[in-house]
């Protein structure tokens, strides 16, 4: 009995090194449960996201977008602005249509052979290369286009196709200037053929420019402020071709204009404007639905 009250050696030896271990093993299963946690935390987060993702695209439609305006009416310099705005591209239908080709898609094969036999590239062709484009991964949240639609039966037939997926445009944003700002804008422009640097006779001249007794640039003084290459003035920015360009933008755009208005989805920016101007009218009307 004396023995078996006598607290055995081994017996405190195995108690003193637990409790010497307990701290360690406390500390890794902390460790441990702050990993999961965090882990789990994340997962969760992520799926949660992923959730809202395919949730957006399931309920709400994609942004599509059409910019239009005359010549010199600003929307060159406002659609790259937009694009950082909104985080879709904005689609060229010349450069959709080359990039078709060189990928040697369907639709991009028969635009080539069309091409190569010098004829014009048919609207169910380009309504189709549109159609491959904006399934890309890019588009997901949207895209705008950029010179689509050029005509109402072009409208109309964009119209059918994004029908197809029960979706349609959602803004038409048309730049409005006064004619006579336009000529003034355009007639000054002269660009340098290798860079494709623009200046302006008024809001952006050459250092090197010089004025006649006429008071407009003399052309041998316009030069590149970089290179001191000639610079020149493309053919259709005269006058003469800007008229044209005018008839034909409110024979043809105009028409396209009256086709959306009445789904309230139509929104006119004063692009006389100054351009900070300008952008602050675009930004206000980016995300008005009515």
């Known amino acids: 009995a004396a023995l078996a009250a006598q607290p055995r050696r081994g017996?405190?030896?195995?108690r003193a090194a637990k409790c010497e271990a307990d701290p360690a093993l406390m500390g890794a299963a902390a460790f441990g449960g702050l990993l999961a946690g965090g882990l789990g935390v994340y997962f969760g987060m992520k799926s949660k996201a992923d959730a809202i993702e395919q949730k957006h695209n399931?309920?709400?439609p994609r942004k599509i977008m059409m910019v239009f305006g005359a010549p010199g009416a600003g929307k060159g310099t406002q659609g790259p602005r937009i694009v950082d705005k909104l985080g879709i591209p904005q689609l060229s239908t010349g450069d959709m249509l080359r990039e078709a080709v060189a990928k040697g898609t369907e639709v991009g094969k028969k635009a080539k052979e069309v091409m190569?036999?010098?004829g014009l590239v048919s609207d169910d062709i380009v309504?189709?290369?549109i159609r491959d484009r904006i399934q890309e991964d890019d588009c997901?949240?949207?895209f705008i286009l950029d010179g689509f639609p050029r005509t109402l039966p072009q409208a109309q037939a964009l119209d059918e196709m994004l029908a197809a997926n029960g979706e349609a445009?959602?803004?038409?944003?048309a730049f409005d200037v006064n004619p006579a700002v336009l000529e003034e804008r355009v007639c000054g422009r002269w660009i340098d053929k290798a860079s494709g640097r623009s200046y302006h006779v008024k809001y952006a001249p050459p250092k090197s420019m010089k004025l006649g007794a006429d008071g407009k640039p003399i052309p041998a003084s316009m030069k590149d402020d970089i290179t001191g290459d000639a610079l020149f003035q493309r053919p259709d920015d005269t006058a003469e071709a800007l008229k044209k360009r005018l008839d034909g933008y409110k024979h043809q755009t105009v028409p396209i204009l009256d086709h959306y208005a009445p789904k309230g989805i139509v929104k006119s920016v004063d692009g006389g404007a100054p351009i900070d101007k300008v952008w602050a009218e675009v930004q206000a009307k980016l995300g008005k639905k009515k």
């Open 116 to 118: 190569a036999a010098g």
């Open 58 to 60: 399931v309920y709400w």
């Open 140 to 142: 997901k949240a949207g």
């Open 11 to 14: 017996d405190a030896g195995a």
């Open 169 to 173: 445009v959602s803004l038409v944003m």
């Open 127 to 129: 309504i189709g290369i």
